[in-house]
């Protein structure tokens, strides 16, 4: 199905494109964003699309100033590696508005994309099932940095729980979006495990909804009816301490997990929606096993953590410092400008269990070779 309204609502209303305009196409044709956001809208308006077959950040820069372009999409880690292959002679004079999507953009890279080329970034959120633009922030309203910004005209959405009922402000829950380009019986609910905002000066919109989404179900019109779902599964941990109850002061006050159930022996902790328990033994924690090279450092083994999102990271390796956590390996980013760009810090629990905590430019190159 070629979407001509959502296309045309794309390309009149976001990112408003006519035949003057040059759009730089670095996304795959392929995937809904490159295809609406670039071909799509490229082609309705009469626009000239560059396209690069494999994406540099350098010559990406070349490309821009070469072809004089008006208008770039990408993701993430594009927008990091720019930004690191810049120098004084990288010329995006051109460039009025850049737009983002695919996975969350950090907030200090938006930041500093745009201070470092004095340009407009726009973060969207849409997908196949969506049909596909959902949310935009769009160029003639207040933006949110963080946020996927508000629904794109004709689209409705809604914050609901599991069984389609409207939730208040600041509670977390599914993302209702119904189209009128659905069709009849599909409409798209995306969970937001973050939870979600709503713009006080539009509740009705639903507003700018933070984007950090994990999972999404197809469910009928009837949100009760579920068709089907594709989710993470939740992992069960159990690891030996030697203190409970310096175990309870580190997970609880420090790494500020939720508590739940409890006996004199053992604690379970939301692990970030993963179950992990904490239990006292008589030998307490073996520590780490051995440690293996990997840039340059010893990392620990065996560790466990999480992956957060880039704020998420920064703020918790600044909690740590301030509890007086001593690091393993300190915060430092990997891969950068590359394919699977982190940031990722090693430290210890007061029994000598080692852990990771991980912050990727872009999730979607969390398995990327």
């Given at each position: 199905m070629f979407p001509r309204g959502n296309a045309a609502i794309t390309r009149t209303t976001l990112v408003e494109v006519d035949p003057e305009d040059v759009v730089m196409g670095c996304l795959p044709l392929f995937h809904v964003f490159g295809l609406t956001c670039g071909l799509h809208?490229?082609?309705?308006?009469?626009?000239?699309?560059?396209?690069?077959?494999?994406f540099d950040g350098a010559k990406a820069l070349q490309a821009i100033a070469h072809d004089r372009v008006t208008v770039f999409e990408g993701v993430p880690t594009m927008y990091s590696a720019m930004l690191h292959a810049a120098d004084g002679d990288a010329d995006l004079t051109t460039v009025r508005t850049c737009i983002s999507g695919g996975a969350p953009l950090p907030v200090e890279v938006l930041r500093a994309f745009e201070a470092a080329f004095d340009c407009m970034i726009l973060e969207r959120y849409g997908l196949s099932e969506s049909s596909p633009v959902a949310c935009f922030n769009h160029p003639h309203i207040p933006r949110t940095a963080g946020s996927i910004g508000v629904p794109v005209q004709d689209v409705e959405l809604?914050?609901?729980?599991?069984?389609?009922?409207?939730?208040?402000?600041?509670?977390?829950g599914e993302i209702l979006i119904n189209h009128p380009e659905l069709g009849e019986e599909i409409a798209a609910a995306v969970t937001l495990v973050a939870g979600s905002t709503r713009n006080p000066t539009d509740r009705a919109l639903l507003g700018c909804c933070v984007q950090a989404i994990l999972m999404y179900t197809l469910i009928s019109r009837s949100p009760r009816r579920t068709l089907s779902m594709t989710t993470r599964p939740c992992f069960h941990l159990a690891i030996p301490v030697d203190d409970i109850t310096a175990a309870r002061e580190f997970y609880g006050n420090v790494l500020g997990l939720e508590e739940g159930r409890s006996d004199t022996l053992w604690v379970d902790w939301n692990f970030y929606g993963h179950q992990v328990v904490t239990h006292q033994t008589a030998d307490g924690s073996p520590g780490p096993a051995g440690h293996n090279p990997v840039d340059e450092h010893q990392v620990p083994v065996p560790h466990f953590g999480a992956v957060l999102t880039y704020d998420a990271f920064h703020d918790l390796?600044?909690?740590?410092?301030?509890?007086?956590?001593?690091?393993?390996?300190?915060?430092?980013?990997?891969?950068?400008?590359?394919?699977?760009?982190?940031?990722?810090?090693?430290f210890l629990d007061p029994s000598g269990n080692a852990m990771e905590f991980k912050a990727f430019a872009d999730e979607s190159m969390i398995f990327a070779k």
């Open positions: 809208a490229s082609v309705q308006a009469g626009s000239c699309l560059t396209l690069v077959p494999r809604r914050v609901a729980d599991d069984t389609g009922r409207p939730l208040p402000d600041g509670e977390a390796a600044a909690k740590l410092k301030a509890a007086g956590t001593q690091f393993v390996i300190e915060p430092y980013l990997r891969f950068e400008g590359r394919a699977g760009e982190q940031w990722t810090m090693f």
